[in-house]
């Protein structure tokens, strides 16, 4: 199968503590996308990425969180300094800009981080 | 802001029936309109799609209906199974560079049998 991965799964981390997420895209995919999901509520955008280019942050990313492709492949979302609040399913998604199906976003499994 | 307003909240449907989850938008540049069903501990994944040049999509046994002068769509289950029972999503985007989705907070479908 080669759909959007993400790694690790799950995460718990104690407050203060810094966090790395990683996506992989589906191949050939150029645009990778960041959302993240709270309990209840559907997933808010946070960032994306037109190959290796961050072209769009929501006002959600903190500047405690970066996020990089540095090859236009996979890429990470780091967190810094965890609150609880970030406490959250980080969702990563891809699509391509071309193709019969250039508009649709695939989403990974996504990462549970609980931050306690 | 919320921009897309999805109702209800939750939906108990018997086998074999209709579910119908409803949205609304705000903004005008929207161009396109997914929907996606997430079971849960998994992303979501895409169901059906429609863009505003066409009022109505069909797919198997989900529809899509589209209104773009009240900027309301919907989603049809017909014959709703227990294997429907997860969270619908609705969302929006402009094309284009700024193709982020913008979510529905979802509606819980519970299929009885």
């Known amino acids: 199968d080669t759909g959007v991965s993400q790694d690790p799964r799950h995460k718990i981390t104690k407050r203060g503590q810094n966090v790395t997420f990683r996506c992989d895209p589906i191949?050939?995919?150029?645009?990778l996308y960041w959302y993240r999901q709270t309990l209840g509520q559907g997933p808010e955008f946070l960032t994306y990425?037109?190959?290796?280019?961050?072209?769009?942050k929501s006002r959600l990313l903190s500047d405690r969180f970066s996020a990089e492709r540095p090859k236009g492949s996979f890429s990470t979302l780091e967190i810094q300094r965890t609150e609880q609040g970030d406490s959250a399913m980080y969702l990563c998604?891809?699509?391509?800009?071309?193709?019969?199906?250039?508009?649709?976003?695939?989403f990974g499994p996504g990462t549970r981080l609980l931050v306690l | 802001q919320q921009q897309v307003k999805q109702s209800p909240q939750s939906l108990i449907v018997q086998k074999g029936g209709i579910s119908i989850i409803n949205c609304a938008y705000e903004?005008?540049?929207?161009?396109?309109f997914p929907w996606y069903q997430q079971f849960p501990g998994k992303g979501p994944a895409l169901l059906i799609a429609?863009?505003?040049?066409?009022s109505e999509k069909k797919e198997g046994r989900f529809t899509i209906s589209f209104n773009k002068s009240a900027k309301q769509f919907s989603l049809h289950i017909m014959d709703s199974q227990p294997g429907d029972s997860a969270t619908y999503f609705c969302?929006?985007?402009?094309?284009?560079?700024?193709?982020?989705?913008?979510f529905g907070t979802g509606t819980r479908l519970q299929v009885t049998l």
């Open positions: 998604a891809s699509s391509s800009t071309d193709g019969p199906t250039w508009e649709t976003q695939y």
């Open positions: 191949s050939e995919h150029n645009r």
């Open positions: 990425f037109q190959n290796e280019a961050q072209l769009e």
């Open positions: 903004n005008t540049a929207f161009d396109y």
């Open positions: 429609i863009r505003p040049d066409v």
């Open positions: 969302a929006a985007s402009p094309t284009g560079t700024a193709s982020k989705l913008t």
